[in-house]
């Protein structure tokens, strides 16, 4: 297609001035629907947000040869924008700090560029569908994007997403065989009943100490009673409490996360959290709710769409920037929901601008744009190959 480039650029610039929080991303999906329209490309708009699209007909093949997905997540972060770029957020406390915009612009790009051989895709009797998935920074955007279809009528048989990276060079792409990203539980405690004067400690009920015990149990489970071969992580995010300094919080609140790529472990651990975590209350005479969700399963590739997707990416980098990496990572991302059922790739696409390279979520992230047109022909030559 001529200009994509320069129009991957204006899409990305566009989403990342409007951007827009988890299941609030109306006017993200209104414009996503407004190019693939000007642009012939059959989609439907998903509740409460998000499209799916698809080529090369107006109506899904319902018996491809082959079935393929494409995913980018679309939702920003609350998150106060401090890059001072001409194209920076125009929303105040809310920013494409993870890089959702680039995931957009590229799959965009990939459904542009594959329009304009639907000839070909015809022929050979396909299905390719575009996934623009709301909601990935919290909690349930793929898994109701599963649940409205997107992997049925026809069954998807191969997925694949990218991510862009700032721990990778400019124009290098990463894959990873296997396990790939944690599974992540998300949980809070609230430990209530205390009270009383600090100064006669016997007389009172102390949630604070109470908190302090259940967190070194809590990490001491994990450190002594799980493999140490198997990767698992627990921390504690925030704990809140108390309104002075001489009397005991009637009330502790804390919340934190366990990561782990076990399944089993999974299903065990919370209830083995609330163990713990109801006989130190009880020790000190006090009550808790806990509660707990499970925000994403791990991201485990298949090893050979991997290979697929190296080839593909070779061809248009070069051997030599197609990096296999070698450790998993600990973060999590709920492409996962879509790899419970079918098999699919995940990749990190290096775009660190040089020298002022910032982390995800950080207030200055920012990419170097020149990676974008590169992500996009990755995404449309592994298409090609794997149909």
């Not at 491809?64 to 001409?86: F, H, M, Q």
């Not at 504690?236 to 409490?241: F, H, M, R, V």
């Amino acid at each position: 297609m001529k200009n994509l480039e320069k129009l991957i650029i204006e899409i990305r610039r566009h989403v990342h001035q409007h951007p827009e929080l988890g299941h609030k991303e109306f006017k993200t999906t209104a414009y996503i629907a407004s190019i693939l329209k000007t642009h012939n490309i059959a989609f439907k708009t998903l509740k409460p947000t998000g499209v799916l699209a698809w080529l090369p007909g107006k109506t899904p093949n319902k018996k491809p040869s082959k079935c393929i997905a494409i995913r980018a997540d679309i939702d920003a972060l609350p998150v106060t924008e401090k890059t001072n770029k001409p194209y920076s957020s125009k929303h105040l406390g809310i920013m494409h700090a993870c890089g959702h915009d680039n995931h957009l612009a590229m799959v965009l790009g990939t459904a542009l560029n594959l329009a304009g051989r639907r000839k070909d895709l015809e022929e050979k009797n396909c299905c390719i569908k575009f996934i623009f998935q709301p909601n990935e920074e919290s909690a349930g955007g793929a898994i109701k994007v599963v649940q409205q279809g997107a992997l049925i009528n026809p069954k998807v048989d191969a997925i694949f997403g990218i991510h862009v990276s700032p721990g990778l060079e400019s124009g290098q792409i990463g894959f990873k065989y296997g396990e790939m990203m944690a599974a992540l539980i998300t949980f809070e405690i609230e430990i209530y009943g205390g009270g009383g004067h600090t100064a006669y400690p016997h007389t009172g009920k102390d949630t604070i100490l109470t908190a302090s015990e259940i967190v070194i149990a809590l990490k001491s489970y994990v450190s002594k009673h799980i493999n140490p071969a198997e990767p698992a992580v627990i921390s504690i995010g925030t704990i809140k409490g108390g309104t002075r300094y001489n009397v005991f919080a009637d009330s502790i609140k804390m919340t934190g996360t366990f990561r782990t790529f076990s399944n089993n472990l999974i299903k065990q651990t919370p209830k083995i959290f609330n163990e713990i975590i109801t006989s130190k209350t009880r020790e000190f005479g006090l009550k808790h709710k806990f509660s707990y969700e499970i925000n994403g399963h791990p991201v485990i590739n298949t090893d050979s769409l991997v290979d697929s997707a190296v080839k593909s990416s070779r061809k248009v980098l070069g051997k030599e920037k197609v990096i296999i990496l070698k450790k998993p990572s600990m973060g999590g991302e709920d492409f996962s929901e879509y790899l419970r059922t079918t098999p699919g790739c995940f990749m990190y696409l290096g775009a660190s601008i040089k020298g002022v390279a910032k982390p995800w979520h950080h207030p200055e992230f920012d990419i170097d744009e020149k990676i974008l047109i590169k992500g996009t022909n990755i995404l449309s030559q592994i298409v090609l190959d794997t149909i």
